[in-house]
């Protein structure tokens, strides 16, 4: 199977059966309900689309520059950007697309009732921290060059800073909203995985076992290769809800309002002196 067949199989079939059941809905007048309506869901996904363009590119290259993993020249259509080919850039893209679409049909299945209390600073600072010390540790593994450590070390390097982000935000929303959550992230993650180690089984892409801990799931494929797709499918799952999330936007105007108090203030002291 070539990389662009893996694609069309595993990515683009999978996208075509959910536009089709989006479709349906909007043939049906089933629509996101009003708690997760801030901004057109369209626009969210692209944005998000052009972020994982953005924000991959230079790690994947370096990932391939450095032999983390390689493709098969004869699996691949030859065109290549970097050190990566074209097919790899067209998966940054059609993931978020997958993963996108699956959350927003189950977010168009949910009720139209925003619970109260959701509030949990110490949550979100808790998360925040541990999340923190994770990132810490993964640097330390870079820097001193323990080369089991270096894929693993790699995706959580690059990944948990954009988390942290979005934990800092609202960890306490993603939380009052876990279920959703765990419905968006988890069977697509797990499918992915499964899609993953049949690639790794055809040579369409190998991993170097020097650079990884050697956990094989199911004998074929590398943890650090289910962490990636778990984590990436995090940022995806994490950004739309907490964009759509009418709790966001609640704690969107909370921000506002604590900043527009700290510049009142400080140019009631600048008066002052």
Known sequence: MTYFGFLGLFLALPIAIMLGL?????????????????????AI???????????????????????????DPAKVSGIVLGYVPIEEYTFFLVQPILTGLWLLFWLR???????????????????????GIVWLSMVAILTIGWLPGTYLALILA???????????????????????????????????????????????????????????????????????FLITNTLVVFGIVLFLSAESQERLEAVKTAVAQWRAGRLSLGSEK
């Open 158 to 228: 690059w990944a948990l800073l954009p988390i942290m982000l979005q934990v800092g935000f609202g960890g306490d929303i993603l939380w009052q909203h876990r279920r959703i959550v765990a419905l968006g992230l988890i069977p697509i993650t797990l499918f992915l995985s499964a899609a993953d180690a049949l690639a790794i089984y055809d040579g369409i892409w190998t991993i170097d076992p020097a650079q990884t801990l050697n956990w094989i799931i199911g004998g074929i494929l590398p943890f650090e290769e289910f962490l990636f």
């Open 45 to 71: 996904l692209l944005l998000h689309l052009a972020l994982a363009l953005v924000y991959t590119t230079p790690w994947d290259n370096y990932l391939v520059a450095t032999s983390v993993w390689w493709y």
């Open 109 to 131: 299945r949910q009720p139209d009732v925003v619970k109260r209390g959701w509030e949990n600073g110490r949550l979100r600072h808790t998360a925040l921290i541990i999340l």
């Open 22 to 42: 989006t479709w349906r809905d909007a043939w049906l007048g089933r629509q996101l309900p009003r708690r997760f309506a801030s901004f057109p869901p369209g």
